[in-house]
């Protein structure tokens, strides 16, 4: 079919020109009024840097569930019919060992006086207990977070404790508002000294006469020495 000269510009057709223009200017409406909100971070997320995942409090990543697809994994504290959801690796080392040792010197645990992992929706973002997200934390005695909640006793011994974990481990308590339930891994995951703790408490495990369980004397001075001084620094931090 012949094409007059005049409505075509080119060898394209006036009418392919205005139905592409109409297209154009569609395109571009639509993108002035796109919502500026679409990538955005949630009014509540946990402040990370640009391009990282969300963190806990502690700096460790959070997991959205435990044992399917994640670093969290339901983990047996042995010797103590315990189990608890918790970051498999280095920090289960820890935080198993301060279980034991609370169950052994502190006060014998029953199943539901031990929580770990949780999701990050329950929790306050930028406290402490968000650690519990990312399973680097775990509850003992859940509902006994108040201060005042222990005994003299069993403080010393909670004190014993955290001085055996050389500041990598944090208690609740010397937060503010304290919560004498919670104890959680107090270093990022790129410090040394996670994993140097682990290996330590790896080590005594495997050794006869050493590890949790083992009998120890924490009113010792020597003892009482490195845990006052750790108290101290840690109430400071």
Known sequence: MHTDRRDS???????????TAGVITAAAAAGSV?????TAAPAHAPVTAAGKAPTSANGWPLEKQANHVSTVWTRPVSGTGLEVDVRIGDVEAILLHV???????????PRVD???WQPIGGLKKNEPESNLASGTAVRIRPGAGASGSLFPLQVLTVRDILADCDGV???GGDDDPADESLFYIDRGPDDASVRELADRLRLAEATPGEGAGVTVDVLAPSRRDRAKRLAREQRAG
């Open 99 to 109: 279980v034991r040792r609370y169950h052994y010197e502190v006060e014998q645990l």
């Open 9 to 19: 510009v080119n060898g394209i057709s006036r009418r392919t020109l205005v139905r």
């Open 34 to 38: 796109a919502p500026v909100t679409a």
């Open 114 to 116: 031990l929580a770990g």
């Open 169 to 171: 481990v944090r208690w």
